[in-house]
């Protein structure tokens, strides 16, 4: 043979080899110019000697001889063997030889013979490629095929593709005339391009469907590389085929599972959670999906445990069909029966067979139900058992066939199905409801390994249907105490018409501490409040409350806006200080405090009807909008201090005078941040948004709803809440002033010019209780401070009558002694009164006192 190592040929191969020629004495004859290659010897320096001189070890003769035995098989066949011969160099080389007989039965028993002879290392590389290929060729596990340059077949091993409508004899045939053409010419081009390019392919998944059984196929993996002749042109391709359509199964059903699971801790909402569920379940695994649930999960219910009675389901969620198709009618939900003792249902025949192809029951594009198909007729056998699933095949009998068993109602509920399967939700023993499964057209029926892997997703929907009920559950409580600490939704005062809108924010996010207030003050004045209380849940809307009661508790004092919140700065202060060194009784820390900063934003802000001005301050939140009269919307201008809870920061107070029949509109800042840019623009889209819904010209308990329509419902990130109050006067017809000297005889002036003004107004009825206010309280200014009185009528809802002294001492009522001939001016004037009392001014103080008016 060759010489080189680039010798494709057998290796005793008589085209250009090593050969030597020996006599019946075992000198060497004849030396080939290969043999001359090998060895570094030249024929004149070998020819005529022994054999024997060739041997690294001459005393090896006898050795090399007895590898050929003896008998006549060695005479007649020839024998092989290996030698150390001594190259020219003078180093030794292992070689193989083969001894082939010349003369065996001529005259004379003459017994020439060739010997062929190639290096060792060549000889058994030869030996392990030919071993290689023929085992390959004889293995099972894989499918083995050499094409020619035509891509038609030449060799395959009996294991190449064992499926139905592969035929048995392979040779010349393309992959056309036993596969689908769209399957075989997608193989056929990537085989082309290995042939053309010579660049191995490598991990290529292909789908293989027979023409005589064309259902899910299979799923092959192809590796391929080129095959070259001796001179190098390409003379085919090998190519390996290994079916992986279970391992591709199994992947697909890990990938479902976990893609369900992600879609399951999605959210917090009990619908949405099912609605993911079931969008990720139709069409990758069904053709339709449908989830029950118990009416009362949705209210965050929790359902009897099994073994009681039938519990009634509502359908919640559908994917993959006519929402109108499966959305019909209700359910119930009972105990699963007892363990079927019928077999599982088979797939037809010889559905787990080896050669059978088996549904690609995980394959993407599945195809979509077939409204148009007869309904289920039948219902195959099923497998049930306690908290498992039931599994219905054979549903679209053809017609004709025999009918088996009626189809549950649930499977035969989308129509041309031809399998369906159901798997409870359940969780700690309680059932919540189930999940449904349908398979429509020509996909592949459903298996006890899908129901397998539906009650695993069944099972983990529970848990998370099981959560989002307990969050609904705190939630409904959260927003029921927090509608319920909240005053409602529309107000009429003298002072102001006021309404408010509050959305509470999505399950995600929870609910918040958004809270506002109309406070009614003395003088017809009014006070309105809104606030946002940092983090979400139970805990914002209890500080929510126990805000807003602070905020009422010191409203009825009379406090100037900024000296208000610097009393609830305080009071936020003490709370956080408290949760942060309450421990249990135990001496163990309690709950940890919600994390997240601590404490409020809040806008107090107090209209005066009489003067027109508006008062206000902030802790930290959004200024309020004004729409004057004119159209125009514009911003206040505040000076805000910070958030409460933060301390040792002022409030600064802002003074405004509102015309009458202004819109004033508070507001919390989840209305101007959505997510849908800064709050600039928020602001500026809530400006639009007033304008757009005349809050001029319509009452504000529609114009609100208009304010937040295009809001998500339901999508809310955070609470948002609108405050619209449109401002009145009290003309000057019902308000009468009059200025007092500190003389006590002014008292029966004071008591003659309010009994004028009540006839005036028609209040003659409230003239004796009117006179005795009116006397005890200018009394007590003159007595007590002295200085010039200022006496005020207002005629609002109620008759108010103010005294106003330079003193800042606030008046108490005491209990006078029997023996006491004074003390008992303020106990007359409360009991006279509807209410009563005072509050400090920029000059000293202001008493006041509160009446009825008389029906009309």
């Known amino acids: 043979m060759r010489a080189t190592e680039s010798n494709q040929d057998y290796p005793f191969a008589v085209t250009d080899t090593a050969a030597a020629l020996l ?55 020839g024998w092989q063997g290996r030698a150390t011969l001594r190259h020219g160099s003078g180093r030794e080389l292992e070689v193989g030889f083969r001894v082939i007989p010349l003369d065996h039965g001529a005259p004379g028993g003459a017994a020439r013979c060739l010997v062929l002879g190639a290096p060792l290392e060549l000889v058994a590389r030869w030996r392990q490629d030919h071993a290689f290929t023929h085992e390959l060729f004889l293995q099972g596990r894989v499918g083995l095929a050499v094409f020619d340059a035509d891509l038609r077949l030449l060799r395959t091993n009996t294991h190449l593709l064992p499926y139905t409508g592969v035929p048995v004899d392979l040779g010349g045939r393309r992959l056309a005339d036993f596969l689908w053409a769209e399957d075989a010419g997608i193989i056929e081009d990537r085989l082309r391009e290995v042939l053309h390019t010579g660049n191995p392919l490598i991990g290529f998944n292909a789908t293989t469907r027979t023409l005589d059984d064309p259902r899910g196929g299979r799923i092959v993996t192809i590796q391929a590389f080129r095959l070259q002749e001796p001179d190098g042109h390409p003379m085919g391709v090998a190519t390996v085929f290994t079916d992986v359509t279970d391992h591709e199964r199994s992947r697909g059903r890990l990938d479902l599972l976990y893609r369900a699971t992600g879609a399951l801790g999605g959210s917090l909402s009990v619908l949405r959670t099912v609605e993911d569920l079931v969008a990720v379940l139709a069409p990758t695994f069904g053709d339709c999906a449908a989830v029950d649930l118990a009416e009362t999960v949705l209210t965050g219910g929790e359902p009897p445990a099994q073994g009681h009675q039938p519990l009634p389901l509502i359908r919640m969620a559908v994917a993959g069909a006519d929402p109108d198709v499966l959305r019909t009618g209700t359910a119930h939900f009972a105990d699963p029966p007892a363990p079927a003792a019928s077999p599982p249902a088979a797939n037809g025949p010889g559905a787990n067979e080896p050669g059978a192809n088996e549904p690609g029951a995980n394959e993407p594009g599945a195809n979509e139900p077939n409204a148009d198909e007869p309904g289920a007729h039948r219902s195959g056998p099923t497998r049930t058992r306690e ?32 399998s369906a399967m159901t798997a409870p939700l359940c969780a700690r023993g309680i059932g919540f409801g189930r999940l449904m499964l349908w398979r429509t057209g020509d996909t592949p029926p459903l298996e006890e390994d899908d129901l397998a892997l539906l009650e695993e997703i069944a099972a983990r929907a529970a848990v998370a249907v099981d959560n989002a009920r307990r969050y609904t559950k705190e939630r409904r409580t959260a927003v029921g105490l927090q509608r319920s600490l909240l005053p409602p939704a529309t107000a009429e005062t003298p002072a102001l018409e006021a309404a408010s809108l509050y959305l509470p924010a999505d399950t995600d996010s929870g609910v918040g501490g958004d809270w506002f207030d109309v406070i009614p003050l003395s003088s017809a004045r009014v006070a309105l409040v809104v606030g946002d209380v940092a983090g979400h849940g139970l805990y914002a809307t209890a500080m929510m409350g126990r805000l807003r009661s602070a905020v009422r508790a010191m409203a009825d004092l009379e406090l100037e806006p900024e000296e208000l919140l610097a009393h609830v700065d305080d009071m936020v202060l003490q709370v956080v200080a408290e949760a942060e060194s309450e421990d249990t009784e135990d001496g163990e820390a309690g709950p940890p405090a919600p994390s997240g900063p601590a404490g409020a934003t809040c806008l107090y802000a107090v209209y005066d009807p009489v003067t027109r001005h508006c008062v206000m301050a902030s802790a930290g939140h959004p200024p309020p909008a004004v729409v004057s009269p004119d159209g125009t919307v514009e911003y206040v201008e505040l000076s805000p201090g910070p958030p409460l809870g933060v301390g040792g920061w002022p409030f600064e107070p802002v003074e405004r005078e509102l015309p009458a029949g202004s819109v004033l509109a508070l507001y919390t800042d989840g209305l101007i941040e959505r997510g849908e840019g800064d709050i600039d623009q928020g602001m500026h889209d809530l400006a639009d948004r007033l304008l757009r819904a005349d809050v001029l010209g319509r009452p504000l308990r529609q114009a609100r709803h208009d304010i937040v329509e295009g809001l998500p419902p339901g999508r809310l990130r955070d609470d ?15 308000l009468a002033t009059w200025q007092l000297d500190a003389d006590p005889a002014v008292v029966a002036d004071a008591r003659h010019l309010v009994l004028e003004q009540l006839s005036t107004w028609e209040l003659d009825e409230l003239a004796f209780s009117t006179e005795l206010i009116v006397s005890e309280l200018v009394t007590n200014a003159i007595r007590h401070a002295g200085g010039p009185v200022r006496l005020r009528l207002i005629r609002a809802d109620t008759l108010t009558c103010e005294v106003s002294d330079s003193s800042n001492t606030q008046p108490r009522m005491r209990r006078a002694r029997n023996s006491e001939e004074g003390g008992r001016g303020l106990y007359i004037v409360a009991q006279l009164s509807h209410r009563w009392g005072s509050r400090y001014t920029a000059g000293g103080k202001t008493v006041w006192s509160e009446q009825s008016l008389p029906l009309a």
Request: aromatic share 2%.
């Open 23 to 77: 006599d019946d004495s075992g000198t060497v004859t004849a030396w080939t110019p290969a043999a001359e290659a090998l060895l570094q010897r030249r024929s004149a320096d070998v020819c005529g000697r022994p054999a024997r001189d060739l041997l690294a070890d001459a005393g090896s003769w006898a050795a090399v001889l007895a590898q050929g035995g003896r008998g006549g098989a060695r005479e007649r066949e």
């Open 387 to 418: 908290c498992r699933g039931e599994l219905a095949t054979g549903l679209g009998t053809p017609p004709g066939a025999a009918l088996g068993e009626a189809a549950p109602e649930w499977a035969a509920a989308v129509p041309g199905a031809h």
């Open 720 to 734: 948002v809440t609108l405050l619209l109050a449109r401002t009145r006067v009290v003309d000057a017809g019902s």
